[in-house]
């Protein structure tokens, strides 16, 4: 079974750093992986999907890696925003292309 | 363009009671899932459909957990004789088709079995 693990569990930083947050996963067969954001009470928001044929992927300060040899991905936030605040979900799409994997996500605070 | 939707956003019920969350996705959308977020257990696939049809039904918890998607749109989740342990966040998203394509989620019910 699938596991996918997410590292720091929880990130205070100050407004304007870069960070990285990681996602890793046990079973390298995947058909992509996406990143998501999800803000108190609220649903989940798409942030970057990427294909398991890619390396990254990227979305204005966003920046998402994916070696899947390794079983590993990192989202990279630059210029961090107090906007950013939120927690973020690393999920993997098997090869059957449907059931998303998650993890349990990092709680980011970025504070003015 | 409109996103999913959900209904209702809050649902508090008696344990025993039944239950049925409903989710509209994106038009045009022939992929649709549901999940649900429980507190400390993360986020769980229960089903997806293709179509009307739903081919893998074996994320579903228990017996009492049924879905059923109407003319390739709307899609209905029930829950009869709820207990305590079904509270938690359930959440539907729809995709262009299933494999490749992004997941888009909606807002979500949270169900709360008193």
């Known amino acids: 079974k699938q596991e996918v693990t997410q590292i720091p569990a929880a990130l205070s930083v100050p407004e304007g750093e870069n960070l990285v947050l990681n996602c890793s996963f046990t079973?390298?067969?995947?058909?992509?992986l996406q990143w998501f954001r999800q803000d108190p009470g609220k649903g989940l928001t798409s942030l970057l999907l990427i294909q398991s044929s890619q390396r990254e992927q990227t979305s204005g300060r966003l920046n998402a890696s994916l070696d899947k040899s390794s079983g590993r991905s990192t989202l990279y936030i630059a210029a961090s925003q107090p906007g950013d605040s939120a927690t973020y979900l690393c999920a993997v799409n098997p090869p059957s292309g449907y059931a998303l994997n998650f993890g349990k996500g990092t709680s980011l605070l970025v504070t003015p | 363009g409109a996103g999913v939707s959900q209904s209702p956003s809050n649902k508090v019920t008696e344990k025993g009671k039944d239950v049925e969350l409903r989710c509209d996705p994106i038009?045009?959308?022939?992929?649709l899932y549901w999940y649900r977020q429980s507190l400390g257990q993360g986020l769980e696939f229960l089903i997806y459909?293709?179509?009307?049809?739903?081919?893998?039904k074996s994320g579903l918890p228990s017996d009492r957990f049924s879905a059923e998607r109407t003319g390739g749109s709307v899609s209905t989740l029930t829950i009869q004789r709820t207990q305590q342990e079904d509270s938690a966040v359930y959440l539907c998203?729809?995709?262009?088709?299933?494999?490749?394509?992004?997941?888009?989620f909606g807002p979500g019910t949270r169900l709360t079995v008193l």
């Open positions: 998203a729809s995709s262009v088709t299933v494999t490749t394509d992004t997941q888009y």
């Open positions: 038009s045009g959308h022939t992929a």
């Open positions: 459909f293709q179509g009307n049809s739903a081919p893998d």
């Open positions: 079973d390298s067969a995947i058909y992509n």
